[in-house]
């Protein structure tokens, strides 16, 4: 059951999409086609579909490490934002040198600028027991505010006509485009290698067994010396570096520059990719290509049936209700008992 309520969840989900479609006095066989098949009609399409995966699947591997341990990162959204930031800031700075080190640093700088982001939750839980979801998730506001302030402020383009963006990065700061004629770029490749990265972390490494014993039994991990300080670190630290990750891989991808909307709120999506996935690599790659499917479904139906843009999240939250209904029964399951009769 607990590999197949995310089925349950995601069948369950289709049927509320097409029951939504209907309420709102729409054809539901015509709405489930432009929402779900309309993303996969040919070559491009398919690449967009993988484009957009790609940042939900970096990001839900680095929560997934803290999730196991019971670590709650509700800020990957700032930590998202941040990244992007920092591999802006080196990508300005040597914006015309076209050297060869300016893109690996600029990896280098997301990663790192998404995880001292996520060492402040860190520092605060293990110093002064502070939520790590609260202060997680409040970070992620001084991060767009952060971000607000730099594209309106002093990396704004002289020349964007007063739009709120930062100037097009070179040719150097960009990800390689892996297909001709698409904006599939080295991203994804990156993404597969950090799911197979983490899948050795949390199935074949002592490290990782420790971070899941400390997880499901943490008096068990205290008694038998696991440092569990280090878990928290590690859960939060990992989530902040592939959350900067993506960011950085946006900046340098499709965007090709900073703006104020730079996330499209991945950093939130990716927790219920990560629990779809059932905190596992493999799950995570898989729900990341429907996690996209919704976004660009969400797309389309704005497109040809004039739904309003919010649909897609309206249909991200059910599939996590669902979810969430589901998994009742991987630990309970319903019993049918004949009524009791009066004496």
């Not at 029951?19 to 929402?35: C, M, N, Q, R, T």
């Not at 970070?139 to 100037?167: I, M, R």
């Not at 994804?188 to 972390?201: C, E, Q, S």
């Not at 490290?207 to 943490?218: D, K, L, T």
Request: hydrophobic share 60%.
């Amino acid at each position: 059951m607990r590999w197949l309520s995310p089925v349950i969840a995601a069948l369950l989900t289709v049927a509320g999409v097409a029951a939504i479609f209907l309420a709102l006095g729409k054809d539901p066989v015509e709405g489930l086609s432009v929402f779900f098949l309309n993303p996969l009609r040919d070559g491009y399409a398919i690449a967009e579909l993988l484009l957009k995966a790609t940042p939900l699947a970096l990001i839900a591997a680095g929560l997934a490490v803290g999730f196991r341990a019971n670590v709650w990162n509700i800020g990957a959204e700032g930590q998202f934002v941040v990244g992007a930031i920092a591999a802006t800031g080196v990508a300005l700075a040597a914006h015309d040198s076209g050297a060869a080190w300016l893109l690996p640093a600029m990896v280098l700088a997301g990663a790192l600028g998404g995880a001292a982001w996520a060492a402040i939750p860190a520092l605060l839980k293990t110093r002064f027991n502070a939520s790590e979801i609260l202060v997680s998730l409040m970070l992620v506001y001084v991060a767009q505010l952060g971000v607000s302030w730099l594209v309106h402020g002093p990396w704004k383009d002289p020349e964007g006509f007063n739009f709120p963006q930062t100037v097009m990065f070179g040719e150097a700061a960009l990800l390689p485009v892996l297909l001709e004629g698409t904006r599939l770029s080295l991203a994804l490749p990156i993404a597969i290698g950090v799911l197979a990265a983490a899948w050795v972390f949390m199935q074949r490494s002592f490290p990782g067994f420790q971070m899941q014993v400390a997880g499901q039994a943490e008096a068990a991990a205290r008694y038998a010396g696991f440092p569990v300080s280090r878990a928290i670190w590690t859960g939060l630290l990992a989530g902040g570096a592939t959350a900067g990750l993506a960011g950085m891989a946006e900046v340098a991808g499709p965007m090709g520059q900073l703006t104020e909307h730079v996330s499209n709120q991945y950093g939130f999506a990716a927790i219920i990719v990560a629990f779809v996935g059932r905190l596992h690599p493999v799950g995570i790659g898989l729900a990341s290509l429907l996690m996209a499917l919704l976004y660009i479904g969400g797309e389309q139906a704005q497109q040809y049936l004039n739904l309003p843009s919010s649909i897609s999240k309206v249909f991200q939250g059910m599939l996590l209700f669902f979810l969430l209904g589901a998994d009742v029964f991987v630990q309970y399951r319903l019993r049918l008992r004949a009524p009791r009769l009066g004496a």
